[in-house]
């Protein structure tokens, strides 16, 4: 296949395109605007190979996204490019308008407008997936607050409950997708997914941010109490699912993908301080380092993934524990600091965002 990936200098975006580029036998089209977050030496190990092609085009632009579709005829759309941070979503909601809902609506009807001009045999190929978050279905209740929070997941059919800007613009863009298939009959697919976390990760998320702090010996800014619950999905093991379901999936068809790994926000900057303090130890213990701060407005309490239904029906499943991935995410970084500071090019100093002005 040839896969056209909006977004692939992104975090997600880039660990797909690696996996396709090594893996299987396909070709990828690019498709990025290369904004902050993205980055094209998170793809060195592809953009030499014959079968990587990159068109840096923003999705709100027709003209080019049509260029781009009719020139280089793909049999698939993934669409991974989206404003992603909840707390740049507080301070700057327009971007996200922007981005996820506009650019999702003008991609849409570029891939309906090309896909409809296809030939019988490839309109019955090509897809559409489009890739979204947990965070679209609100929050679930706290162990804190019932005693059987355990029972309560995020299923491909929960009610959506959007709490912050950035949630709100991707379940529009959810909302979207589907209305696309109803209405015109473009072949989509959606899947959400929990927290990722992994290599090339920009360092305004919550594990990059605490490495590099600790390494600075700064604060490691912690958000209330620090018991927000999020599902934990190493990146390479969302970017393999998302090639199962690109190339195994049902048209129509919803799938929510989580890594099996609940934690408490506190847990993981633990885990972090200690990994940390093992590979690259200091005096001063890292967990000194740990600062409660007051927390981001509507922040969501627990969220959490049931992926029984890729698991069943696609046969995915998680391959890294989070001791694992976590540990693998902390050497990559140690390993790559040079990196974490040529992405940051003096526009972002992990300074504070999400303070509701």
């Known amino acids: ?27 990828v089209v690019n498709v990025d605007k290369l904004t902050y ?36 005829q793909p049999d698939a759309v993934m669409h991974l490019a989206a404003e992603s941070h909840v707390d740049r979503s507080i301070d700057g909601p327009a971007d996200f308008i922007e981005t996820n809902i506009v650019g999702t609506y003008t991609l849409l009807e570029a891939a309906r407008y090309y896909w409809q001009g296809l030939g019988h045999e490839r309109q019955q190929v090509f897809r559409f997936h489009h890739i979204s978050t947990d965070e679209v279905y609100g929050d679930l209740p706290h162990p804190a607050d019932t005693t059987n929070s355990a029972h309560y997941l995020f299923t491909e059919t929960t009610p959506y409950a959007p709490s912050s800007p950035y949630s709100a613009s991707k379940a529009s863009s959810d909302h979207l997708v589907r209305a696309w298939r109803r209405t015109y009959g473009l072949p989509t697919l959606i899947t959400n997914c929990s927290n990722n976390y992994g290599p090339y990760h920009f360092p305004e998320k919550l594990i990059p941010l605490m490495i590099l702090n600790a390494l600075e010996g700064k604060p490691l800014p912690v958000y209330g109490k620090g018991d927000q619950i999020r599902d934990w999905l190493y990146v390479e093991d969302h970017a393999r699912a998302l090639y199962k379901v690109i190339t195994e999936g049902k ?10 790994n609940e934690k408490q926000n506190i847990e993981v900057v633990l885990s972090l301080c200690d990994i940390l303090q093992e590979l690259y130890p200091q005096s001063t213990p890292y ?17 959490a993934i049931d992926a029984s239904k890729i698991q069943k029906e696609l046969g995915w499943q998680p391959q890294e524990t989070f001791d694992t991935g976590i540990r693998k995410t902390v050497q990559w970084y140690l390993d790559h600091l040079d990196w974490c500071k040529r992405v940051q090019d003096g526009s972002y100093q992990r300074e504070r965002m999400g303070f509701n002005k």
């Open 1 to 27: 296949m040839k896969l056209l990936i909006t977004g692939g200098a992104g975090f997600i975006g880039s660990a797909v395109i690696r996996h396709i580029i090594r893996n299987t036998e396909d070709s």
């Open 37 to 72: 977050a993205g980055n094209l030496e998170s793809l060195a190990a592809a953009s030499d190979n014959e079968r990587y092609i990159f068109e840096q085009v923003d999705i709100n632009n027709r003209v080019d996204l049509d260029r781009v579709f009719r020139e280089q």
């Open 251 to 260: 048209v129509g068809e919803t799938y929510n993908i989580g890594g099996n």
């Open 287 to 303: 967990r000194e380092l740990i600062n409660y701060v007051p927390d981001r407005p509507g922040h969501d309490m627990r969220y």
